[in-house]
């Protein structure tokens, strides 16, 4: 049965889980929203959700339990001055990420699996005052509700 039973909470409880499986990451700072103000950098920030429930025709996984499947966008953020080292840092990061995620696939019990499906790297605006490699990252995760008594 998952952690967290209060649909309320669920999705903050989800966000708070992926930094804290992120967070033995040597050398990233993982933030649970986009802060406003200055970042540690390289960072790494849970972003917006998409939220999907199993339509009233599909079948649950578990009887009296509804599925939630969420997309989760990351954001991995690496300060950039033109120096190669900064992109293998950038790459070791999506790789540590991926791992940490998969090493902890149920989040500390909020999902019934999680994944990180996508990362797709490139630079930010280039009249932005910092240049960053911006890594935009997707997570999925299938979190099991039970339907409400």
Known sequence: MPTTLNHADKLGAVAAAIVTAL??????TAYDHEPAGELAYPALTVGAVTLE????E????????????QTWSLT?????DGDESQW?????LIGEVARAIDFD???GGEAREARL?????GYNDPDSPRRMIVVECEVEVLSLMPDPV
Request: net charge negative; no cysteine; glycine share 8%.
């Open 117 to 121: 499906v996508s990362a797709e790297a």
């Open 105 to 107: 696939p149920h989040l």
């Open 58 to 69: 599909e079948p649950e996984h578990h009887l009296g339990v509804d599925d939630w499947l």
């Open 76 to 80: 991995l953020m690496v300060l950039y």
């Open 53 to 56: 429930r199993v339509s009233l």
């Open 23 to 28: 967070s033995g990451i040597e050398g990233l």
């Open 88 to 92: 293998a840092t950038a790459r070791r």
